[in-house]
């Protein structure tokens, strides 16, 4: 007996369905007619189906080599269709490879593609508070060592990096925020992995200075404010970002001799 639950679905959805499973048009078609039958020859086939008579020798051929019917090489020729439970495996089976090899192909594309762009882009430009604010979660999710972050404006520091920022400092990885803001300190009680730096006065920047994060001495962000537009909209903030590349581990030696006496060793 099968385990199938019983629903109501109607013959056109089975063959969509099936299709959608890896079947031909034709194969599915094929197959259900044969499960009317219980057994059948083409001619019996081509009367409780639309699949042309041509047409059902190639579909049983291919439903053969899946499993799911077998074949009585007679004259003329019979078939038989395999339980539901084993149609069900086969299936099963069948899905999972596809998807197995649908999703390899694509992650050694991804990885292809992602190797030949670094090797031609070095720094990437973003635009919108919420673009900028996702690329620097990213950027301290991948952090294994250190993270530096600076941020001019209370609004930027969203509670999103804070609780990033304090999942990190749990895994071990030191991190050294430069702020001005009175309540910063509050947010980080109890995480010894964090030490806030009061940003001196002669670099602080209240037009344009936006947001720095460094990370692991090969990954930097950095960002510009424009005051004449509002948070949400993208002009509002806008951000270069580069990681493992030549240039990101020049623009992190800049940034970190710039810094420097300012964060504890």
Do not use: C
Not at 234 to 243: D, F, G, L, N, V
């Amino acid at each position: 007996m099968s385990n199938l639950p019983k629903t109501k679905i109607d013959k056109n959805k089975a063959i969509k369905n099936l299709e959608d499973l890896g079947l031909s048009s034709y194969e599915a078609k094929t197959f259900i007619a044969l499960h009317r039958l219980g057994r059948g020859t083409a001619r019996e086939i081509y009367r409780v189906s639309d699949v042309p008579r041509s047409q059902i020798y190639g579909a049983a051929e291919q439903l053969e080599k899946k499993g799911l019917i077998e074949i009585q090489r007679s004259k003329p020729m019979k078939f038989r269709p395999v339980g539901i439970d084993e149609a069900e495996k086969k299936l099963d089976q069948e899905f999972k490879h596809k998807k197995q090899t649908a999703l390899s192909y694509v992650e050694n594309v991804q990885s292809d593609l992602f190797d030949e762009t670094e090797e031609k882009e070095d720094v990437w430009t973003i635009h919108g508070y919420e673009t900028v604010t996702r690329r620097i979660i990213e950027i301290i999710q991948d952090a294994r060592e250190y993270i530096i972050i600076s941020i001019s404006r209370e609004n930027l520091f969203s509670e999103e990096i804070i609780e990033k920022t304090k999942e990190k400092s749990k895994e071990g990885v030191k991190i050294n925020i430069l702020t001005n803001n009175q309540e910063s300190p509050t947010k980080f009680n109890g995480n010894k992995n964090i030490k806030l730096v009061k940003t001196p006065k002669n670099i602080q920047r209240k037009d344009t200075g936006g947001r720095v994060v460094v990370a692991d001495g090969d990954t930097t962000l950095l960002s510009v404010i424009n005051q004449k537009k509002e948070i949400h909209q993208p002009e509002y903030e806008s951000a270069i970002w580069s990681q493992k590349t030549g240039f990101s581990k020049v623009l992190v030696q800049m940034i970190e001799s710039w810094l420097d006496g300012m964060i504890p060793k």
